[in-house]
């Protein structure tokens, strides 16, 4: 069993930055995909990044790969999502996800984190 706590949203300006941190419990994190997912109001939940088991392959969806970094730190059960140069339309809830295998695509991940909410004002 793996519990995944996001924190660090928030409100910001368009052209401004945020990190994401995922904290997860449970010794068995490093051999864990990660990622994250986001959802804004009124659409579907979709993928938004996604890194391995060791931090040394990432993955990132077309409308963020740029401007958003996904890395993780095995030692501290963390993984992190640095956004910036960020858009109004980057307004959702983010999740943290964790797969036994991977976090892919149109896939649904093995557990959610609570998700954090992520405004940027125009």
């Known amino acids: 069993q793996v519990q995944l706590v996001e924190s660090g949203g928030g409100l910001v300006q368009a052209g401004g930055s945020l990190r994401l941190s995922c904290a997860a419990s449970?010794?068995?994190?490093?051999?864990?995909?990660m990622g994250w997912f986001r959802q804004a109001p009124g659409k579907e939940r979709e993928f938004v990044a996604t890194i391995n088991w060791s931090g040394g392959s990432t993955y990132y969806a077309n409308s963020v790969k740029g401007r958003f970094t996904i890395s993780r730190d095995n030692a501290k059960n963390t993984v992190d999502l640095q956004m910036k140069s960020l858009k109004p339309e980057d307004t959702a809830v983010y999740y943290c996800?964790?797969?036994?295998?991977?976090?892919?695509?149109?896939?649904?991940?093995?557990?959610w984190g609570q998700g954090t909410q992520v405004t940027v004002s125009s």
């Open positions: 996800a964790a797969d036994r295998h991977s976090v892919v695509p149109g896939q649904i991940p093995d557990y």
């Open positions: 449970g010794h068995t994190f490093r051999l864990y995909g």
